[in-house]
């Protein structure tokens, strides 16, 4: 029995040529959907500018956390639905919708017609879309990829579609600065032909190559998983602004209602799917050690990566790129240059670490991998705020390398865990722990790194603006900005200590020479530098701890793989089978 055209392929082996069209595709839909995860975060000075958005304004912080959070957020809470609505309706289905979703989603957010606040308004809304358009793109390709290939190429066709998904977090960076050099809203053109471009090719040649039918939707789990999670990161956002004299908010009702009704949810959720016939996570798949460790090592990793790349942003474009001379409007482009050690690391060690998971197995590569990265926190730790490049270049290269040697043999032995008919909620959840890990990150780096400047930052910033003869008074006026405020500031480009300054007149006490001094780009980044670098030695031991946990939990995988179901219909147990059975090491 077989029909074209995206309907049910029964019993049948792809032909050679479908396989290479499956990856071909899935690799692309999976490379935008993560290139739009972090070309928005390197883009986010020449956004702010242009939809002329005053970044230290009180409550503006959130717009900029919301438009990096809000579109992971989306992701980790849709992505096991509509990969269960895969398994009930068709893969193919469902991804190609996704991919019409995510385009259309896109032209609208490259026409904000909006200034301040309703524009940043405008784009959170449509990115929420085209998340929901990229949540069935990344849910559904590793299962399309698992049912076109033979077990022993699965592991590369996973390895590739998992390089690109990374490749396009890491490219975002940089793709991200070229563009805003241009015109902030080219960060949203760039997918625009793409999009329409695989939209047609995928509904031409994508076809269903696996069994589906049967299920219904855990709408109670759906609820509580999506509306707990959303709660505790907008708790997360609330709490990292200041409240009631404190830097940050954690001492505020509100945040704590947000972050013990979300944790409350949360539970209820895992309650829930413990009881009920058709849950959305399937617990049944915690059984197995591979799936459920692979996902608990990939959740920590998925963690130390976001926040990384965000420290090493505000890194980049706050202080080292205007300590050396470039100007605050081309720092996005100068960041995303400098980090390219990081992405060719990453694209140098993932396919080949995909390559050797085939043959070796997957739990020393992944593990290795784990402990690669942990050491290149260390190595980052000890680097002094005004860096040798050639040092700096060297460590990232190797996170990236780290990161490619552990991404695709966790993601091979997760999805070679599972019986087939279960990959596409299976894809979902390894895609929830991965977008989880990322969204929280941020929440979770942005409060160690303000944890890290507030001993020290509010002396530095009075101590500092005195020497440059500004009045105790106004100075110790200014050393009050909260540190979230300076973070803020340091990622987009702005030097708060002018807008302070200017409406007190303090400047028109100051000679020239110290009005260009406080005015320039070098004296803030300068200033900060020290409080800068005790916030980093934080966040970088815990990203340090996040890889020791991620190496313990891909050791403690051990063997185990399930039979995948044949094409002559002959199928594997419908729950994992013991970690004992069908070794994969």
């Known amino acids: 029995m077989a029909k074209s055209g995206g309907t049910l392929i029964a019993g049948r082996v792809p032909d050679e040529r479908y396989k290479w069209t499956a990856l071909t595709n899935t690799t692309a839909a999976v490379f935008m959907s993560a290139l739009d995860g972090s070309i928005v975060l390197i883009a986010l000075p020449a956004i702010f500018r242009g ?101 022993e190429r699965r592991g590369f066709a996973l390895g590739i579609n998992q390089v690109a998904a990374l490749a396009g977090m890491f490219i975002g960076l940089v793709l991200g600065g070229l563009l805003a050099a241009w015109d902030w809203r080219a960060v949203f053109w760039v997918n625009v032909p793409v999009g329409l471009f695989f939209t047609v090719w995928a509904y031409r040649t994508l076809r269903e190559t696996g069994r589906h039918g049967g299920g219904r939707i855990d709408w109670w789990g759906n609820i509580t998983f999506g509306v707990g999670l959303s709660a505790a990161l907008i708790g997360i956002t609330f709490g990292l602004q200041p409240y009631g004299g404190h830097t940050m908010g954690w001492t505020n009702p509100l945040v704590q209602a947000l972050l013990l009704g979300g944790i409350a949810l949360l539970v209820a959720f895992v309650v829930i799917e413990r009881r009920i016939d058709a849950p959305m996570i399937q617990p049944g798949l915690f059984r197995n050690r591979a799936f459920t460790f692979g996902n608990l090592a990939g959740l920590a990793i998925s963690i130390g990566r976001g926040g990384l790349q965000f420290v090493l942003i505000i890194w980049l474009q706050g202080i080292w790129l ?111 722990f991965q977008n989880s890990g990322t969204a929280v990150s941020i929440g979770v780096f942005f409060s160690l790194m303000i944890a890290g400047l507030a001993n020290s930052l509010p002396q530095t910033l009075t101590t500092g603006l005195q020497q440059q003869g500004v009045s105790a008074h106004v100075a110790a006026q200014v050393g009050e900005l909260p540190p979230v405020a300076s973070l803020f500031a340091a990622q987009l480009g702005v030097n708060p200590v002018e807008n302070l300054l200017k409406p007190s007149g303090a400047l028109h006490h100051l000679s020239p020479a110290q009005q260009q001094t406080l005015t320039g780009g070098e004296f803030f980044p300068h200033l900060i530098s020290g409080p800068f670098h005790s916030g980093l030695v934080v966040v970088f031991a815990f990203g340090t701890v996040l890889a020791l946990l991620a190496a313990l939990a891909s050791l403690l995988r051990g063997p185990g793989r399930v039979r995948a179901r044949t094409a002559s219909g002959t199928s594997s147990p419908r729950t994992p089978a013991p970690a004992s059975s069908h070794p994969q090491e």
């Not at 197995?361 to 000890?382: N, V, Y």
């Open 51 to 151: 939809i002329h958005l005053d970044p230290l304004a009180p409550g503006n912080i959130a717009y900029l956390l919301w438009m990096i959070m809000g579109y992971r957020l989306v992701q980790a809470v849709l992505v096991v639905t509509v990969g269960r609505l895969g398994d009930m309706y068709g893969r193919v289905r469902i991804y190609n919708s996704g991919f019409a979703v995510f385009t259309f989603a896109s032209i609208l957010l490259s026409f904000d017609p909006f200034d301040g606040g309703r524009g940043a308004v405008w784009l959170i809304g449509w990115r929420v879309l085209q998340a929901v358009g990229g949540s069935m793109l990344t849910a559904n390709s590793a299962a399309i990829l698992t049912d076109a290939f033979p077990e």
């Open 322 to 432: 205007p300590l050396h001379g470039y100007d605050y409007d081309a720092t996005p482009l100068w960041a995303g240059i400098f980090m390219l050690p990081l992405t060719a690391g990453f694209l140098a060690a993932g396919p080949v670490s995909g390559y050797l998971s085939d043959r070796f197995g997957s739990r020393g590569l992944a593990t290795s991998g784990a402990l690669l990265f942990g050491a290149s926190f260390l190595g980052l730790m000890a680097l002094p705020i005004d860096f040798s490049y050639w040092i700096f270049a060297l460590l990232i290269a190797l996170n990236g390398i780290a990161s490619g040697m552990f991404a695709s043999p966790n993601s091979s032995s997760i999805m070679g865990s599972v019986p087939a008919e279960l990959r596409g909620v299976a894809s979902g959840m390894r895609a929830t």
